[in-house]
């Protein structure tokens, strides 16, 4: 079957770092996504992951291990704007993204 | 980047009535589009995928009758909710894919809906 996990919730600190994890089980894998949602916006993309290691993009990075179904989204000097859900979702081998239930991140100052 | 519109942004409507919501494509051809649901603290849920030019594929447990989609060119998907009813209040978000980059979608800004 296919399953996705990540946490409800998460509280950081302003200027601090912060990691998300996601693992997730499926038999077709075509890469792991991570959206960043605003209340009552629609998803924006944030990365893409298809082979295992970082991918860095500015304040945030990505992080893929295929053989333990696991990634993570890191995200550093964080900022006030950062408060937001962030859905992590795999792609499964019909090129349908599999959604996780998104980790909603307090920022405090 | 790709570009998605949806509209209208929002509407309010009076139950049994019907609403049909666009979305396009603005800068690429979508090969396939996706209606999304959202209640309130909660994740996206898939409506339905569909392709140009024919008809589309609902999730389990989501009525065909009631969320009509059509996807008659590269670039317009619309999903017409019928006899809508309170509990079809949500935020309802196409994405669609395409161009350059077939793996990502691509999300429209989102259409909430109230029914009243």
């Known amino acids: 079957g296919q399953n996705i996990d990540q946490p409800t919730e998460m509280t950081a600190t302003e200027g601090a770092i912060v990691q998300i994890n996601c693992t997730y089980q499926t038999s077709g894998f075509n890469g792991l996504f991570w959206y960043q949602q605003h209340a009552g916006e629609a998803p924006t993309f944030l990365s893409y992951n298809v082979l295992d290691g970082l991918e860095e993009k500015g304040r945030f990075s990505s992080f893929l291990s295929r053989s333990k179904g696991y990634s993570y989204l890191l995200l550093k000097e964080l900022q006030m704007k950062d408060s937001a859900s962030y859905l992590c979702a795999f792609m499964d081998s019909n090129y349908q993204l599999i959604w996780g239930a998104g980790t909603k991140l307090i920022i405090k100052p | 980047g790709a570009v998605v519109s949806q509209h209208p942004s929002w509407v309010i409507c009076k139950s049994g009535t019907s609403v049909k919501i666009e979305c396009r494509s603005l800068d690429f051809q979508a090969t396939t589009m996706f209606w999304y649901r959202q209640f309130p603290k909660q994740s996206l849920m898939l409506m339905a995928t569909?392709?140009?030019?024919?008809?589309?594929?609902?999730e389990q447990g989501v009525e065909k009758d009631k969320f009509l989609i059509n996807h008659a060119s590269l670039t317009l998907s619309t999903l017409t909710v019928t006899s809508a009813h309170p509990e079809d209040s949500s935020f309802y978000i196409c994405?669609?894919?395409?161009?350059?980059?077939?793996?990502?979608?691509?999300f429209g800004p989102g259409t909430r809906l109230t029914v009243l």
């Open positions: 569909s392709n140009e030019g024919s008809k589309a594929t609902y």
């Open positions: 994405s669609a894919r395409g161009g350059l980059d077939y793996n990502e979608q691509f």
